[in-house]
C-alpha cells in the first residue's frame, strides 16, 4: 500500500504521516496502518447529509434526524483514534503531544471557517445589511473559537457562534483529553460503565427534550457531554473486540443505505425514543459492520469522500451563511423555487472546492505546523 494512497480518517491523516516517519526511524511499529474505506464513506456520507440539514431551502426539505450525524462522527473518531494511537500511548506519546496533533490536524479548515464567517459580516457591513457583530465581540468569539473552545455568551447562546459545527469538536477533544489522561485504567469493564452511565443520561435527556438535538448552545451543554461519552468510548470499545475479527469482502452499499436512512427519516412523535435508539443501538452497530466490511469495488470514491468530509463539516455553515444573500440575487427569487437542483450544485462545488483545500491548503498548513511537533514524538519515543 502506497502511503499517498492511505487516509485512515479526516482525522488522522498527518497523525499517520508522523508515526509513519517515527516508525521508520525507530522501527516502533512494524506494518502500516490498515485502511477503513467503508468508515470513510460513512463519514463521508455523514457530512453531506448535515450540509443538508443546515440548508433546507436548498433541497425543497426538511431533515429532523441529521444532527444524529454527529453522533456517527463520534463513534468514529474512538474507532480510529484507538487505532492508531492505543499502542502509541504506551510507547511514550504524551499527553500534550496528542493534544497538539489532534489541535494541528483539526485547526486549519476550522480556523478557514471563522475566517469566512467574518468575511461575511464584513461584506454585509460594506453592502449596509443589519447586522448584529461588533468588534469587540467578533473578537472574543474568535480568540475562544480559534482554540475550540466555547465563546462566553456575549452574542446568544452558541457554544461557537463564527462556525457553529465547532460545538461537536470542542466536545470530541474534550473527550480525547479524557482519553489520553486515562488510557492505562481505561479497561473495557470500566469502557463499559462509562457507556452505561452516559446511555442513561441520554436516556433522560431526550425524554426531556423529545430528541437528542442538544450540545450546540449552553443551555444544553450537558447534551453534548453525554453524547460525546457515550459514542466516543462505544468507538473505542468496537475497535477493541473487532481486533481480531475475520474481515468481510461484501458490498458495502446496504451499510450506506441505513445509514442514510437512519440520518434523514422523520421519526414525528417518536423523536425522543428514535434518537435513544438510533444513537444508543443502530450507529455503534453500522460502525462495527461498517469497520469489518472490506468493499472490493469503489476504493477511490470512498477515500474522496474520507478525504473531503472533515471540510465539508468544518466550513460549510459559514459559506451557507454567505452564499444565501448571492444565490437570491443570482436566480432573482428563494433557493425554495430551484429546489433541489440549487443543493446539488452547492453540494458539488463544495466537494471540489474541500477536495482542492485539502490538497492546497490543509495538508501543507498542517504539515508546517507538525514539524516541530514530528521531531520531539521522534525523541520521545526513541528514548
Not at 227 to 238: D, E, M, T
Not at 328 to 344: M, R
Request: charged fraction near 15%; proline fraction near 5%; aromatic fraction near 14%.
Amino acid at each position: 500500500m502506497q502511503a499517498s494512497r492511505v487516509r485512515l480518517d479526516t482525522g488522522m491523516y498527518t497523525s499517520y504521516m508522523i508515526f509513519k516517519e517515527v516508525s521508520k526511524h525507530n522501527n516502533v511499529v512494524g506494518k502500516e496502518l490498515e485502511v477503513f474505506h467503508t468508515l470513510n464513506a460513512m463519514r463521508g456520507i455523514a457530512a453531506i447529509i448535515v450540509v443538508m440539514g443546515h440548508a433546507p431551502k436548498y433541497f425543497g426539505t426538511e431533515l429532523p434526524s441529521t444532527y444524529l450525524a454527529v453522533d456517527l462522527f463520534f463513534v468514529l473518531s474512538g474507532f480510529v483514534l484507538a487505532h492508531v494511537y492505543e499502542k502509541r500511548f504506551s510507547r511514550g506519546l504524551r499527553t500534550a503531544q496528542f493534544m497538539t496533533l489532534r489541535y494541528i490536524r483539526l485547526i486549519p479548515f476550522f480556523g478557514l471557517g471563522i475566517a469566512i464567517s467574518i468575511t461575511g459580516v464584513f461584506i454585509a457591513s460594506l453592502f449596509g445589511a443589519p447586522i448584529r457583530w461588533t468588534v469587540v465581540p467578533i473578537a472574543i468569539c474568535a480568540f475562544f473559537n480559534l482554540l475550540f473552545l466555547p465563546a462566553p455568551p456575549i452574542h446568544g447562546a452558541l457554544l461557537f457562534p463564527l462556525d457553529d459545527p465547532g460545538w461537536s469538536l470542542f466536545f470530541e477533544l474534550f473527550a480525547n483529553l479524557l482519553y489520553v489522561l486515562t488510557w492505562r485504567v481505561l479497561s473495557n469493564r470500566v469502557l463499559t460503565c462509562v457507556i452505561c452511565v452516559a446511555g442513561v443520561s441520554l436516556l433522560i435527556y431526550s425524554n426531556q427534550l423529545g430528541g437528542l438535538s442538544g450540545g450546540w448552545n449552553w443551555a444544553t451543554f450537558g447534551v453534548g457531554i453525554a453524547r460525546v461519552l457515550f459514542s466516543f468510548p462505544a468507538g473505542i470499545l468496537i475497535y477493541r473486540l473487532t481486533q481480531q475479527a475475520t474481515p468481510i469482502r461484501l458490498n458495502p452499499a446496504p451499510i450506506f443505505a441505513v445509514t442514510i436512512a437512519v440520518l434523514v427519516i422523520n421519526p414525528g412523535e417518536f423523536g425522543s425514543i428514535y434518537a435513544v435508539v438510533a444513537v444508543v443501538a443502530v450507529l455503534p452497530a453500522l460502525v462495527l459492520i461498517g469497520s469489518m466490511t472490506r468493499p472490493t469495488r469503489l476504493i477511490g470514491l470512498y477515500s474522496f469522500m474520507g478525504v473531503t468530509s472533515y471540510g465539508i463539516y468544518a466550513i460549510h455553515k459559514p459559506i451557507i451563511n454567505i452564499s444565501d444573500g448571492f444565490i437570491v440575487k443570482l436566480i432573482k427569487t428563494s433557493p425554495d423555487a430551484k429546489a433541489p437542483w440549487i443543493g446539488i450544485a452547492f453540494i458539488l462545488s463544495l466537494l471540489g472546492a474541500v477536495w482542492l483545500l485539502d490538497k492546497y491548503f490543509d495538508i501543507p498548513f498542517r504539515r508546517a505546523l507538525s514539524t516541530k511537533q514530528r521531531r520531539e514524538i521522534r525523541n520521545s519515543i526513541s528514548r
